[in-house]
């Protein structure tokens, strides 16, 4: 097995190498004191089968000429097949973390919580594992035997976690299963009366991760800081706003001032370029980038940024009884991100802005990846990725932007601008109707920005804008007053989709973004059973890329300007996004 690089949604990348007898994951992240991971860890996974699986001529012949009764066969213990990690299995395989590689403390600061810090690397293995081509799932049983293989029953790809290695403690195990990352089909509280006072019992021995709900676990669970700076991560770890006057950051002297970009730009006469250039010039700060805010994984502290839901609380909206919604990410804020190995791009979503300043992407891309900054020095006191999205950009674009002039590149473009030029394109409008001068795109996105069931976003790949997407509560939508009021679920969501740029186009990238949209809305509330769509009837293309990502049409419904195909996608039946 050749080493592979795992990108993390964090823009983190980690690199696999095989190792004898199992896997070792290497961080590449150079600044190990503010690094998210220790330097490494090794795995062991093999493929473990039973004596069935192993057909031997010789003993079949013995087996025939010396029959074995039944009842001598039931006594018979069966011997376990101990094979070396070469592909997934569908059931077969265990995994168990073996050791990890901690430098001395004054190199690096370990977790305050090693339960945490353990749950991260084994999350961070699972990503790998989960992201390795899919086992044939399907199930040869003797009442299948006779079946043709594509009719044959499918089992659930699933990975067996041992109890050995670092996770022999008689509590580890009981607060990883509580976390939510592994399983055990044996929910009763067990024989053994010295559970968690000497030992951990029985009942946690046989404990697993399914590939469905690995993919249902939010990484913010996961993935934190264990140190307020967190230099190789793309997204700012602390506020995004200027401290107050006279107020210290930590790690800088409480004398001299933080810049800001804002203020770079005043003493270099407006040139935000300039302004720009100014911060990259010298050693680069977090507050530098105040102009977005930070992203899913930011956190002062070495908590993870996931939060339970608060309590039910329900209002009306227009006679319907709904819960109250939580705020959405703010405007330009990063809600989603991951890197699709297929397209080697990262797929990012952010929340629709007004700002009369491009959105800058903060965010990873290919180009600028954990292990390319890992190999070069010149990187390794200098992680801001300020840096690789500002070299990503355009610059002789943005420089004509500051002189006034009319720029085709999308990353240099406002959002209004970008609503403008993607709804004046005649495929868009024959669809949206949304066409006609910038002040009318500018007021459609002031309605939806201020809509209290839904929020515009921007879909990026690499940071490059390519369409513009909502995410709307289908309780209180004029949907739910279409459909039977039974099948719309409290926290039901909705997508309406549009793709503007021509070269982000074709079914498979339909795909991966619309399983990323849906891959969001499972995570960002586990209640949420179901997303619906409704394209209009004559859109048989995108009727066809829903289906293909895993909708499915429960019929039709008639609002007052068209006629919809109802698309609907449950989280039972949803396994995991496009890779």
């Avoid at 010039?281 to 070495?302: D, F, I, V």
């Avoid at 330009?332 to 080697?344: A, D, K, Q, V």
Wanted: net charge neutral; aromatic share 10%; proline share 9%.
């Amino acid at each position: 097995m050749a080493p592979s690089i795992v990108h993390l949604p964090n823009g983190q990348t980690l690199t696999v190498t095989p190792v004898f007898g199992g896997l070792y994951f290497k961080s590449n992240d150079l600044n190990t004191h503010h690094s998210v991971f220790p330097p490494g860890w090794t795995i062991i996974l093999n493929c473990e089968d039973e004596e069935e699986d192993h057909a031997n001529p010789a003993a079949s012949v013995h087996a025939h000429t010396h029959p074995i009764s039944e009842i001598d066969r039931a006594g018979m213990p069966k011997r376990q097949h101990i094979h070396r990690f070469r592909k997934p299995s569908l059931q077969s395989d265990h995994m168990y973390i073996s050791s990890i590689s901690n430098p001395s403390s004054s190199d690096f600061r370990p977790s305050s919580s090693p339960t945490r810090g353990i749950a991260m690397m084994l999350w961070a293995s699972l990503w790998w594992y989960f992201h390795q081509p899919e086992p044939d799932r399907q199930l040869t049983t003797p009442a299948s035997a006779g079946t043709p293989e594509e009719g044959r029953p499918k089992g659930e790809w699933r990975v067996n976690i041992n109890r050995e290695g670092i996770f022999q403690g008689k509590h580890l195990f009981p607060k990883l299963e509580r976390m939510g990352l592994i399983a055990t089909e044996d929910s009763s509280v067990g024989l053994d009366p010295e559970d968690g006072v000497r030992n951990a019992g029985e009942g946690w021995k046989r404990m697993f991760v399914s590939r469905k709900s690995f993919w249902q676990l939010d990484p913010r669970i996961y993935l934190f800081t264990l140190s307020p700076t967190q230099d190789s991560s793309p997204y700012p770890s602390v506020s995004p706003a200027s401290s107050r006057p006279a107020s210290p950051n930590r790690g800088t002297d409480r004398t001299t001032p933080t810049p800001n970009l804002s203020m770079t730009a005043r003493n270099t006469g407006g040139d935000a370029l300039s302004a720009m250039a100014s911060t990259m010039a010298g050693p680069p700060h977090p507050l530098s980038r105040h102009n977005t805010p930070p992203g899913p994984y930011a956190s002062t502290s070495n908590l993870p940024t996931f939060y339970p839901p608060p309590p039910l609380q329900f209002i009306f909206t227009n006679g319907i009884r709904h819960p109250v919604r939580p705020k959405p990410p703010r405007q330009g804020e990063t809600f989603y991100t991951r890197y699709i190995p297929s397209l080697g791009q990262y797929l990012s979503f952010r929340v629709a802005s007004l700002s009369n300043s491009p959105c800058i992407h903060r965010g990873p891309t290919s180009t600028f990846s954990g292990e390319q900054q890992a190999t070069d020095a010149r990187f390794s006191r200098q992680m801001d990725t300020s840096i690789p999205t500002i070299a990503a950009m355009n610059l002789t674009n943005l420089k004509n932007r500051e002189n006034g002039d009319a720029t085709e590149d999308t990353m240099c473009m406002t959002d209004p601008e970008l609503l403008h030029k993607w709804m004046n394109d005649p495929r868009v409008s024959h669809s949206w109707a949304e066409d006609g001068p910038m002040s009318h795109q500018k007021s459609f996105l002031q309605t939806n920005l201020g809509d209290r069931h839904s929020f515009p976003a921007i879909g990026c790949f690499d940071g490059k804008p390519f369409g513009y997407f909502e995410l709307y509560w289908v309780k209180e939508d004029k949907l739910s007053r279409q459909v039977d009021g039974n099948s719309v679920g409290d926290w039901d969501r909705g997508i309406h989709c549009l793709v503007g740029e021509q070269e982000f186009r074709g079914g498979h990238r339909v795909k991966v973004w619309l399983s990323g949209l849906v891959h969001y809305c499972w995570l960002a509330d586990l209640r949420t059973e179901r997303v619906f769509m409704e394209p209009r009837v004559d859109n048989q293309l995108v009727k066809r890329y829903c289906e293909e990502a895993g909708f499915f049409k429960e019929g039709e419904v008639a609002f007052p300007h068209k006629q919809s195909n109802l698309l609907k996608i449950k989280r039972e039946g949803w396994e995991a996004p496009a890779i």
